[in-house]
């Protein structure tokens, strides 16, 4: 059967090569402004950027044959948990003629997760689902590591660009691992790869944290690849999250007790979707390890993340740390971007310089 899931970065090595496994064709294409066009053509007026390009990425798969579309749900006051019902009545008003296969959480059904587990994966034995899936998560956090050594070379590197092309290289090595091993082997390859890359190590850069709605943080398209224009830029970021930690509280695994939403709470206490809290708290923890400053990416009315904007200045004031909010949608540009990013460079520098003076 020909599938589509939406591509989320890096991730989708992982993805693909899961759903590939149990004998089918994927169709996934990276978000392009044609992606991003069809959306906004079909999508509700104040639709969130993550809910266009997922609509976009289903219709160019659609047509390009798919039968099926794999996605995921969710709970909580975000209205994210509704966008794969919401997503298959406008596909299905369009004409479109496909299956949906969306997972839960494993806490709320368990039947209905492995039941949909089944649904996918066809006659194969449970033995080699579960050993499938430990040998695609373990290709998901090979992505993850190498993601995070490219956050520490790219503002060091001597050659602009230098270190996006050896990653590039790198994550092709994951995706042509066929075993745990491989995989785990290519990881280390991909590492000194990295490190081998010609670069200033006595340099100690600008440190940003990236905080936000987990789809414009992790999706480079969605949020016109800020981390790689901080990077190159000579700023190391850290991202708040990956898709390994999205995985492990919502889908396969209980979750465990997120330092985020405890630092949170002499600001935001409660459950407020999304990732709203988490940002919150993401930046007081960036604000106690000393971090320069803080981007906050949020898609254009997206409630948790403008409830926690309303926020963020106290956090900000109290914790001594700048914060940047970016809100994005179809009519973000990228020199917009870039110029918001130079400034806020520009005064986390003489921040430092000023701190520094203090010091000596």
């Known amino acids: 059967m020909r599938v589509v899931l939406p591509y989320l970065s890096n991730s989708h090595v992982a993805l693909k090569s899961l759903i590939e496994s149990f004998d089918h064709q994927v169709i996934t294409n990276q978000p392009s402004k044609k992606t991003l ?12 950027i993550p809910f266009k390009i997922l609509l976009g990425t289903y219709i160019e798969a659609l047509e390009d044959g798919a039968e099926m579309i794999i996605a995921s749900g969710g709970k909580g006051p975000c209205r994210a948990g509704h966008y794969a019902q919401l997503h ?17 959480s494993l806490t709320d059904s368990f039947r209905d997760f492995f039941g949909k587990i089944r649904k996918v994966a066809g006659d194969a034995s449970w033995l080699r689902i579960i050993k499938t899936m430990w040998r695609e ?15 520490k070379v790219r503002p060091r590197e001597l ?9 590039d290289e790198v994550v092709d090595l994951v995706a042509q691992a066929q075993s745990i091993a491989e995989i785990k082997e290519a990881k280390k390859e991909g590492i ?20 936000g709605e987990i789809y414009v943080v992790l999706e480079p398209f969605a949020n016109l ?31 465990a007790e997120d330092p985020a939403r405890e630092a949170a709470k002499p600001y935001l206490d409660q459950l407020i979707g999304g990732h709203g809290q988490e940002s919150v708290g993401r930046t007081v923890l960036y604000g106690q390890n000393d971090y320069d400053g803080v981007i906050h990416l949020a898609p254009f009315t997206c409630i948790p993340e403008i409830v926690a904007k309303s926020i963020l200045p106290e956090v900000s ?9 970016l809100f994005l949608d179809e009519k973000t540009g990228g020199e917009g971007i870039r110029t918001r990013l130079e400034a806020f ?6 921040k430092r310089g000023r701190k520094e003076m203090k010091i000596s």
Not at 37 to 48: I, R, T
Not at 192 to 211: D, S, V, W, Y
């Open 192 to 211: 000194e790869e990295l490190e081998a890359i010609p670069q200033n190590k006595e340099f100690e850069p600008l440190k940003i944290g990236i905080i």
């Open 137 to 151: 998560w373990n290709r998901l956090i090979a992505l993850d590591k190498l993601q995070q050594k490219v956050h």
């Open 37 to 48: 066009s069809l959306g906004v053509q079909h999508s509700p007026e104040f639709a969130c």
């Open 88 to 104: 298959k009545e406008i596909l299905k008003d369009l004409g479109y003629e496909f299956e949906m296969v969306v997972f839960e």
């Open 225 to 255: 690849e800020v981390e790689k224009v901080l990077g190159e830029m000579g700023v190391e970021v850290d991202r708040s999250i990956y898709l390994t930690d999205w995985t492990e509280e919502h889908s396969f695994f209980l979750p």
């Open 159 to 167: 050659k602009p660009g230098h270190t996006t092309d050896v990653f």
């Open 317 to 325: 004031k109290e914790e001594d740390i700048p914060v940047l909010t």
């Open 345 to 350: 460079i520009d005064l986390l520098t003489q």
